[in-house]
């Protein structure tokens, strides 16, 4: 357990950084004198939170789930296509080029796609489908490179044993890939996130209540403290959802490395 002086160290650092970034914005804002349409003060973007609180946590709430969403899917898919490209590597060399296909193609460029391919009607299954994309790649490659990354005395304890694939498997890759597939979630719950906003902004609909929708509205009625008020809901949004898959990834690490 580490002790409270140490946590401390760790996040007193970037506290007092955002402070000082936060005091100089300020500052820089009152003397001179920028108006408020081109860029509005902390104080200013403070006041349109506490004005908006309400309708930022739902819209925080709806864009979130969609990335919870986003991310289950894309590890059902990940860990499920990982899994028999560990078992068979006819698999893994057939899908690999398509996963590294997946991973540089601009998700700004598959936005309009996925949102005629769901329907204007439906652009919720529009934000799922492409955050759950983006998320994906992250998730199949660590979860692959921790497949491949099975000690190689071990792999030779279990062909003295005559192990087959699956025991194999299910005894040797899988719990060496435990902490590569954990960080690949951490980094797909990030990206899952970046897609659903992109299929937001694509989409450009009422039904869709996400942050990039309250980005928008406050864009075309120029609000740009309201702008930057939804941009910190978010910022802070995928912080905090960084956070949990850290801390979840922590935690399964220390039950994990007892077994």
């Known amino acids: 357990m580490r002790p409270p002086g140490s946590a401390l160290a760790a996040v007193l650092p970037p506290l007092v950084l955002v402070a000082v970034l936060l ?18 003060s902390p104080s200013a973007i403070g006041a349109a939170i506490g004005a908006r609180y309400p309708i930022l946590v739902q819209s925080a709430l709806t864009t979130l789930w969609a990335a919870f969403l986003s991310l289950v899917w894309a590890l059902a898919v990940g860990v499920a296509l990982a899994l028999l490209g560990g078992l068979s590597p006819m698999v893994r060399r057939a899908f690999g080029p398509i996963a590294a296909v997946i991973q540089v193609t601009p998700v700004v460029a598959l936005g309009p796609l996925f949102v005629v391919w769901a329907g204007l009607d439906h652009p919720s299954r529009a934000l799922t ?14 979860l692959a490179a921790g497949l491949a990354a099975a000690d190689p005395d071990l792999e030779r304890l279990f062909d003295l044993y005559e192990a087959g694939r699956w025991r194999r498997l299910i005894h040797l890759y899988i719990p060496s890939a435990v902490p590569h597939l954990l960080q690949g979630v951490k980094v797909g719950g990030g990206l899952a ?17 996400g942050l990039a ?15 930057f008020a939804a941009l910190a809901v978010l910022g802070a949004l995928g912080a905090g959802l960084n956070l949990l898959l850290t801390l979840g990834e922590r935690l399964l690490l220390k039950t994990w490395s007892g077994r």
């Open 23 to 40: 005091a100089a914005w300020e500052a820089a804002c009152r003397l001179l004198n920028i108006p408020v349409f081109l860029l509005p």
């Open 129 to 142: 489908a492409l955050g759950a994309l983006v998320a994906f790649f992250p998730i199949y490659s660590g």
């Open 193 to 209: 996130i970046v897609g659903v906003v992109v299929a937001e902004f694509v989409a450009g609909s009422g039904d869709s209540q």
């Open 213 to 227: 929708w309250r980005i928008l509205e406050s864009e075309h009625q120029l609000h740009i403290a309201e702008m």
